[in-house]
């Protein structure tokens, strides 16, 4: 996967005599990776379809191999299905999907993550407030965004970008 040989990832697979829940998550992963989106997702149905006891990693990398291809709605839809399977969302399931709430400006998704964030205590994760941050200022709530920013307890890059450009989306260059 890591050496762009999508279709050797799938061969490798097929020949395998033992699948398990880490042999379908690295299979997954690797064609994201390789931005073979589709197959990803068909291989992730296969697999829910069998009745594979998949695992918070097996959803987290399908979502993010969404939300990195631009399928957002297939994205939002998966975390719900995830959830509906009882996959508690860990700590990088939450900074991978909201980006795909903040793109089909699904506010109320999003909210629902920040709630959930909030009770497992991942807002201390600069990942998770980060993506919180992201996540209001695209759905125009930069005042949210800024609450969130402003009780981080550590900021970088990727934190003070979401907040400036979250003012720049929305005509606040200065604040």
Not at 69 to 90: S, Y
Not at 110 to 116: I, K, L, V, W
Not at 157 to 173: F, L, P, R
């Amino acid at each position: 996967g890591k050496c762009g040989r999508a279709a050797e990832i799938v061969q490798v697979f097929d020949e395998s005599s033992h699948v398990d829940v880490a042999s379908c998550n690295a299979l997954i992963a690797g064609l994201s990776r390789n931005t073979q989106v589709s197959e990803a997702l068909r291989l992730f149905r296969e697999f829910v379809g069998r009745g594979l006891e998949l695992n918070v990693v097996s959803w987290t990398s399908i979502v993010a191999c969404c939300v990195q291809n631009g399928k957002d709605l297939e994205a939002v839809e998966l975390f719900r299905e995830m959830q509906a399977q009882g996959i508690e969302p860990n700590s990088v399931t939450i900074p991978c999907v909201l980006p795909a709430f903040a793109n089909v400006a699904a506010l109320t998704h999003g909210r629902s993550a920040h709630s959930f964030a909030l009770r497992k205590g991942f807002l201390h994760d600069v990942y998770v407030s980060s993506a919180l941050v992201d996540m209001y200022a695209k759905c125009g709530r930069v005042k949210d965004a800024r609450i969130i920013f402003d009780a981080m307890s550590s900021r970088n890059v990727v934190s003070w970008n979401a907040m400036i450009g979250g003012y720049a989306m929305h005509g606040e260059a200065v604040n």
